[in-house]
């Protein structure tokens, strides 16, 4: 059985830092990707990263304050997000995309798999 469990959200202040994770369980090999959702908005892309870590995607909104990673060897994966800043508050999801492990997509369709979501709220 396929599963994503998400932790580390929280309530933060502006200016903090968080670290994400989301542990795989009952996957072979898998692209993972993050992906957020603020109340009233659609679900958007943030990060993406193929299996063995050679190819990484970022939306442009979070170039130089957010980081994906991931251990293979404890089917984690993570992100870390620097400098948060109010707008940053939302439901983060982790997901996992089995068929194209080498190049991590950025659309929520190309997902087949999701964590049950992780709340951030930053505080101004």
């Known amino acids: 059985q396929v599963q994503l469990v998400q932790s580390g959200g929280r309530v933060v202040q502006a200016g903090s830092s968080l670290k994400l994770s989301c542990k795989a369980s009952?996957?072979?090999?898998?692209?993972m990707g993050w992906f957020r959702q603020a109340p009233g908005k659609e679900r958007e892309f943030v990060a993406s990263?193929?299996?063995?870590?050679?190819?990484?995607y970022y939306a442009d909104s979070v170039k130089g304050r957010f980081t994906i990673s991931r251990d293979n060897a404890s089917n984690t994966g993570y992100l870390q997000i620097n400098n948060l800043k109010p707008e940053d508050t939302a439901v983060y999801y982790c997901?996992?995309?089995?068929?194209?492990?080498?190049?991590?997509?950025?659309?929520?369709?190309?997902?087949?798999?999701w964590g049950q979501g992780t709340q951030v709220t930053v505080s101004s």
């Open positions: 997901a996992a995309d089995e068929t194209r492990t080498s190049i991590p997509g950025t659309r929520t369709y190309e997902y087949d798999y």
């Open positions: 009952g996957f072979s090999s898998y692209a």
């Open positions: 990263i193929s299996w063995d870590s050679s190819s990484t």
